[in-house]
């Protein structure tokens, strides 16, 4: 592939909710662009893109696939996003390395919630438009989409295209900013006459056009009250201006099944959307701190390039992926990784073209690319010219929010399992492996349960390691509340030196959250003071497992006030062992109460659903806090226990046809109400008896 000065790159994302066409119509640019010999059809596994068994398989896009094509006189880097919700780590690599990002959104469905989450996970920087696809489907009105949009987003939006038909009758475009009509045959777009029956309307969109395009620009917005509209060459210029600067928001429209619009919007992609050094640059730091640093997206200047990708196929290796952000870079060249202070020397460079990857002699600042067999370099790192230290600032990836207990099922398979999630967590930063030590459980933290399986999949691909998922345990706690008082001598003979120990302590209750405290009382030398320690390790030891459900002891005060000693059979052990029983005695008379993890929820929803998901939250024992309008949905704020949630993702995506969506932090403990608590000490004893 030939070299592109930067003022030429355009590099776009292509985001919408899971099912809106966004493959589909990256398939048929693919052909456009001659990228591919013929337009891939995701349904029957001919897609460019969605190319791996995982995606053939769920018919769905689980990773950012990049096409490096050409248009006319640019280079454009399309990213196709995931849009389902459980892969929203690449989505959101996608927009941090593009200029702007096209929203595909089904014709029927117009804004769903999906669509509204994805806006707002957009940097401010980005370039936005619209992109109404499936406009050949049956009962497609075209101003009810329109409509959609404005009202989620604002008259901002604005269309740049007018449709000749819709539904069946979908046949052509009208060009509002150069007032062309086009008919598509097979996908080419030949020139004709506005139709007679919507030429007024026509005229009326484009004047709302030109009067978005005026509002971007001072200068323009003069000119336009002078002579009460622009020419086409101020309207091009005001458009490019409020597109570059996010004001305006254009709608355009296409069928990627039918092949009708692909040709305008490419011609739209090389003419209207911006460069890499025609917008903000990204966030930059002095490595190590929060100093910011300006750069500049200029192909002389010290080169620096941002990881944002790493991706690891079968016939194409680990692939890293990267964004030159300053200077050029050349295969041969050397680059120093600011965070891990390893040199990486990046022997070839490449591109893709959706499973295809295609050499480079070098790549210009805002291009992206492709290097193979880094070494020491993951995703968010920074490469540049040691001594500049200079990173940018890396992506803030979302915290999971389902989580299911993993078990191998073949005995010492079990560093094989951590080793291979550790690998495959450098690829994919979204979940996380917690070794539970109270639990004796290992916890994977996903985005979701198809992110989960997909994270299986490919553990038993790549490493031959297969594991059975299991409902993971809560991490329950134990507390007293009330003052016990009580005591333990441990008396032991049996020939020769005994072991002797006495105390006598007092429980209580402690602050929420204040932990395990100890009081040394002891007066008049009853307990020798080198023995003491010897009890506080007994008491903290014994606060490891609890007398109800085996849950640690937390937020107790324990106070050693008394006792007795005997010099010769006396011991650090035999005080230990009396201070444990002492505490497993005194425990139970202190009113111990089951504590459980409380996390606060946030669960965006369609207004119809909004009834059916809070009572699912009551059901849950689940205490709602709030709930605010947002568009055509709406925002509950719950708190529910850790125990409830357990699938929530997938039964929430039940509830709401796939279209709600939940983040979960946790909050607090609470106690546990009794009859959940007779259940939990139940649960706890069934279990102790099997593994006996």
């Known amino acids: 592939m030939k070299e592109f000065s930067t003022e030429n790159i355009r590099n776009l994302s292509l985001a919408g909710q899971r099912s809106c066409g966004k493959t589909s119509l990256a398939d048929t640019l693919a052909f456009h662009t001659k990228a591919n010999n013929r337009i891939g059809n995701v349904s029957d596994g001919s897609s460019y893109f969605d190319y791996t068994d995982a995606e053939i398989a769920r018919q769905s896009t689980l990773g950012t696939k990049l096409l490096a094509t050409t248009w006319k006189n640019c280079k454009l880097n399309l990213l196709d996003c995931p849009g389902h919700a459980d892969f929203v780590g690449d989505l959101l690599s996608g927009f941090a390395v593009s200029e702007a990002v096209g929203v595909v959104l089904d014709a029927i469905a117009g804004v769903e919630v999906g669509t509204q989450l994805q806006w707002k996970m957009m940097p401010e920087r980005l370039a936005r438009f619209f992109i109404v696809n499936k406009m050949d489907k049956d009962n497609v009105k075209w101003r009810g989409a329109l409509e959609s949009i404005q009202n989620a987003f604002g008259k901002n939006a604005v269309p740049v295209q007018l449709p000749i038909g819709e539904a069946g009758d979908f046949k052509g475009l009208i060009d509002l900013v150069h007032m062309k009509g086009y008919l598509f045959e097979g996908g080419n777009a030949t020139p004709t006459e506005i139709p007679a029956d919507l030429k007024d309307e026509a005229e009326s969109m484009r004047e709302a056009l030109i009067e978005m395009a005026a509002e971007a620009d001072d200068a323009l917005m003069e000119k336009f009250f002078d002579a009460g509209t622009l020419d086409d060459t101020q309207l091009i210029k005001g458009l490019k201006s409020g597109i570059a600067r996010g004001t305006l928001y254009p709608v355009l429209f296409s069928s990627a099944v039918k092949d009708i619009g692909a040709e305008l919007l490419l011609d739209f992609v090389e003419s209207f959307l911006p460069a890499p050094n025609q917008v903000a640059t990204p966030a930059a730091v002095k490595t190590d701190t929060d100093e910011s640093v300006d750069i500049t997206v200029d192909p002389a200047g010290s080169p620096l390039a941002y990881i944002f990708k790493i991706a690891t196929e079968g016939h194409l290796g680990e692939m890293t992926w990267f964004k030159v952000c300053s200077g050029t870079i050349k295969a041969g060249t050397e680059l120093y990784n600011e965070q891990t202070r390893a040199t990486e020397r990046l022997a070839q460079l ?13 790549l210009a600042a805002g291009d992206i690319g492709v290097a193979v067999k880094l070494k020491n370099t993951h995703i968010g790192n920074s490469l540049g010219v040691k001594g500049k230290d200079v990173s940018i600032a890396p992506i803030v990836f979302p915290r999971p929010v389902m989580d299911m207990a993993i078990k191998s099922k073949n005995k ?5 399992i951590a080793s291979g999630l550790a690998k495959l967590q450098g690829e994919d930063p979204t979940f996380e492996l917690i070794s539970d030590p109270d639990l004796r459980q290992q916890v994977l933290y996903a985005q979701g349960s198809t992110h989960i399986e997909v994270l299986m999949e490919k553990l038993r691909a790549r490493y031959g390691v297969e594991v059975d998922l299991v409902k993971p345990k809560i991490p329950y706690r134990e507390t007293v509340r009330a003052k016990a008082e009580t005591q333990y001598k441990h008396k032991k003979q049996s020939g020769g030196r005994g072991q002797y120990g006495h105390v006598h302590i007092r429980i209580e209750p402690n602050a929420r959250g204040a932990g395990f405290e100890f009081a040394d009382e002891i007066k008049g030398g009853v307990i020798p003071g080198k023995f003491v320690p010897a009890v506080e390790k ?19 005060k324990v106070t050693l006030f008394f006792g007795s000693y005997h010099d010769v059979d006396s011991s650090d052990m035999a005080f230990k062992i009396a201070a444990t029983m002492a505490f497993r005695d005194g425990f139970l008379k202190s009113k111990p109460v089951i504590l459980e993890p409380i996390f606060n929820l946030e669960v965006l929803v369609p207004d119809e659903f909004t009834g059916d998901v809070m009572g699912d939250l009551s059901s849950r024992r689940g205490k709602i806090a709030g709930m605010e309008p947002e568009g055509g949905s709406q925002r509950i704020r719950a708190s529910v226990p850790q125990s409830e949630l357990y699938q929530y993702s997938v039964d929430l995506r039940s509830m709401t046809q796939g279209q709600g969506f939940y983040s979960a932090v946790f909050d607090r403990y609470e106690q546990v109400p009794s009859d959940t608590a007779q259940k939990i000490i139940a649960e706890a004893k069934a279990e102790k008896e099997a593994e006996s």
């Open 350 to 362: 490449y591109t893709l073209q959706g499973k295809n990857r295609v050499d480079v002699v070098s």
């Open 538 to 556: 007994g008491l903290a030891e014994s606060m490891q497992s609890g007398g109800l459900c085996g849950a640690p002891v937390v937020d107790v």
């Open 412 to 416: 010492g398979d079990e560093d094989k």
